[in-house]
């Protein structure tokens, strides 16, 4: 036992959405940032300037719109992960989760930032060999990717859930790898850089709960 | 209005509703609503109990230059 | 619900508060009389709250609403559904965890929606250091291991059969004892914090925002406690529990009191070191046991 | 010394090559794994050009359709053989439809639509929709500062 009791199933062919208790929380927890990063206005970051006044940077508008849908699509893609029981299925939702991220912050005019923002998206795209590896050698070797099934078969998985593991790891930029990220959260517009911490957090949590599963 | 005392009665408003709603539901959705219940009601309440504000300029608040 | 249950409710979130509260005064208490100081009375943290629940506020310009209103409230409900889910209903440990990682959001929120530089340098080091996370993940899946089950009732239930699993699983006893060293006020790990930038993410959010904060603070603490206590004594009572808890917060606080504010650097990278003995551990026990 | 060590790691610049440095580590472990194919598979492959001038669809012919969850058998094959009128109408005309251009899944042959695992079809293609959204937005404001 592992995520509490489940309430309901949601089929789409052999691609199955459950409801469980972990997984109804990590979902309306999604739902709920995407619809309040939908709502507030960014902040308006104060900067020192070298001589005179202190500067308010605005985001413009043109800017503000790019990100805020890239922020949208990253809470939809995080909120459908918590939900999928199929582990290919998972793996694209991960790869859809990175990119967006990248696109937060790909709009922002700022060096460091974009550095940072290309250096994680190298990571991302590295990342993307171990986890669609480690599905693959899943599904050559037991037949099946659904995760229910999986459960009930108890074959040694332990290699590919290390590269799942790993490749989770890179996509979402988790802690040893964090470095990059850090960078990147100084930009400004705060509900959308919130949304890239938000949806690497739940997936970690996810992506545990997976791998204790199968 | 300032837009505390908005946010304030927008908080209690909800805090109300799931305070009724809390006992016609059961079970896990009940305790959803008392999670909602009480920091809302300690927002809404607490906004008008607060002294009003003496700054003269309301919102600037006082790092660098404001 | 009906109201015998709600009144339990009630008396449960006013408990954890009043413990947590205590528990956190008595912490800075113990710290002042290791540095030779007389320190507050052990109320303190108590009469901080109220303090802060009556003062004035206003919104600064630069903030971003309702982000910046919405991360106190969150704060609290995060804490209090780790509580009921925990105490009450004795669910899932993963839950909990992915609600103690949401704690990380009200943090990087916080520090990010008020605009203000102190507050977006405590957020990026809130990122930073959410490599303490990692450790919990490997103790989490060692639990699972040996126990076969992550609900919290099964897991007590095991160890009334079998003995406290601290016994069994010291390394991660040990980091989940770093976890919450890393959770108390003035901890070595505390760079979020940091006196070096103000107040870290709290900076911007003063009065009755500070208050709601202070309050989600101190039940975190008590279901923290709380969880340690279950998962790795074995005792799930909450009037039980609470000579461990003090003598957790002694320990906790002579290790605070005696140990300096580590380089942000330094303190991520020494979390990540106990991470990967911990994952060695948990590699061990897969492929061996 | 070992603080030396520590702030070294995390500059931002080094975290590609230690994520491929622990992926090359790892891999080198898995040569030692034991790795093999299970038989009993759910999405099983044709023989190698056991469909070539047999079926104008040839690589993506899915005579045999199994279902993970038999309870939702019965809607497996409806959606399966879902094809435009379009392609319908190329199909009778030549053996060679499969490998045309126009066959690849966004093209004609409405593999989009096919039942049993539509989910991953949809988030592919939005994948690409993403991606293709932050070049495009890149290239319009690349004289904006």
């Keep these: 036992m592992i995520d509490g009791g489940i309430f309901g199933i949601v089929p789409f062919g052999d691609i199955i959405f459950k409801y469980s208790m972990f997984s109804t929380i990590g979902f309306v927890i999604a739902i709920t940032f995407t619809i309040l990063v939908y709502l507030t206005k960014p902040e308006k ?45 998972f793996a694209l939702f991960l790869t859809l989760v990175g990119i967006a991220n990248i696109g937060i912050v790909s709009a922002v005019k700022r060096e460091h930032v974009l550095n940072a923002s290309f250096q994680y998206g190298l990571t991302s795209i590295i990342a993307t060999l171990p986890l669609f590896g480690a599905s693959a050698l899943i599904l050559a070797k037991t037949g099946t990717l659904s995760i229910l099934e999986l459960h009930h078969l108890n074959k040694n998985l332990l290699f590919e859930k290390i590269l799942y593991g790993l490749g989770m790891a890179g996509e979402t930029g988790v802690a040893p790898y964090y470095a990059a990220k850090a960078e990147m959260f100084r930009a400004p517009g705060s509900p959308y850089i919130l949304m890239i911490h938000l949806s690497s957090l739940l997936l970690i949590v996810r992506t545990v709960e997976i791998l204790l599963t199968i | ?37 009480v920091p809302n009601i300690l927002y809404g309440v607490g906004i008008f109990i607060v002294p009003k504000t003496r700054r003269k300029k309301l919102g600037k608040i006082p790092f660098r230059g404001y | 619900m009906d109201f015998n249950e709600f009144f339990y409710l009630i008396n449960l979130t006013v408990y954890a508060f009043l413990i947590g509260s205590l528990l956190l005064g008595l912490h800075r208490k113990i710290m002042a009389k290791i540095q030779l100081r007389p320190g507050p009375p052990i109320i303190q943290y108590l009469l901080h709250t109220l303090k802060f629940y009556f003062k004035e506020i206003t919104f600064p310009i630069t903030a971003g609403n309702p982000l910046y209103i919405f991360m106190p409230i969150l704060q609290i409900i995060v804490w209090l559904s780790a509580l009921i889910l925990a105490v009450k209903l004795e669910s899932s440990l993963l839950i909990i965890i992915g609600l103690y990682v949401l704690q990380k959001i009200v943090e990087h929120g916080c520090g990010l929606s008020s605009g203000s530089p102190y507050g977006k340098l405590g957020g990026v080091r809130s990122v930073f250091s959410a490599a303490a996370e990692i450790p919990l993940f490997a103790v989490v899946s060692t639990v699972y291991i040996v126990t076969n089950s992550l609900i919290i009732s099964d897991i007590v239930s095991y160890q009334q059969i079998h003995g406290p699993l601290i016994l069994k699983l010291p390394i991660s006893a040990f980091a989940f004892f770093i976890l919450l060293v890393s959770k108390a006020p003035n901890s070595p790990f505390g760079i979020v914090k940091g006196k070096d930038i103000v107040s870290g993410y709290l900076t911007e959010h003063f009065g009755l925002l500070a208050g709601l904060i202070y309050i989600g603070d101190a039940i975190a603490y008590f279901v923290l406690l709380w969880l340690f206590i279950a998962i790795f004594l074995g005792i799930s009572n909450i009037f039980l529990a609470l000579p461990f808890m003090i003598l957790i917060t002694f320990i906790i606080s002579i290790i605070n009191g005696l140990t300096p504010l580590l380089a942000p650097h330094h303190s991520v990278m020494l979390q990540i070191t106990i991470a990967i003995v911990v994952l060695l551990d948990l590699l061990h026990r897969v492929i061996f046991l | 010394m070992i603080g030396k060590i520590w702030n070294y790691l995390s500059k931002p610049e080094l975290v590609p090559r230690l994520f491929a440095i622990t992926l090359a580590i790892v891999f080198i472990f898995g040569l030692f794994w034991p790795i093999y194919k299970d038989n009993n598979q759910l999405y099983p492959k044709p023989e190698y050009h ?47 439809f499969g490998t045309t251009i126009v066959s690849t899944p966004g093209g004609i042959l409405d593999e989009i639509l096919y039942y049993t695992r539509g989910m991953d079809t949809v988030l592919e293609s939005s994948i690409l929709l993403v991606a293709f959204i932050i070049f495009t937005w890149l290239y319009w404001n690349r004289e904006r500062d």
């Excluded at chain 1, 001589?51 to 995080?78: Q, S, W």
């Excluded at chain 4, 809607?75 to 379009?86: E, H, N, Q, R, V």
């Design chain 4, 50 to 96: 056991s469909q070539a001038l047999k079926t104008p669809l040839a690589p993506y012919d899915r005579s045999i359709v199994k279902a993970q969850y038999p309870q939702y058998l019965p809607d497996l094959g409806k959606i399966t053989s879902y094809l435009t009128p379009i392609a319908i109408f190329i199909k009778d005309r030549t053996l060679f």
């Design chain 1, 45 to 89: 970051q104060l900067e020192a300037q070298k001589f005179g006044e202190d500067k308010l940077i605005d985001i413009p508008l043109h800017e503000l719109k790019n990100r805020r849908y890239m922020a949208i699509v990253c809470g939809i893609a995080t909120a459908g992960a918590m939900l999928t029981q199929d582990i290919f299925d």
């Design chain 2, 1 to 37: 209005m300032d837009i505390e005392k908005k946010v304030g009665i927008v908080c209690l408003i909800i805090g109300m509703l799931s305070f009724i709603l809390m006992f016609i539901t059961n079970g896990l959705i009940s305790y959803l609503f008392y999670i909602l219940f």
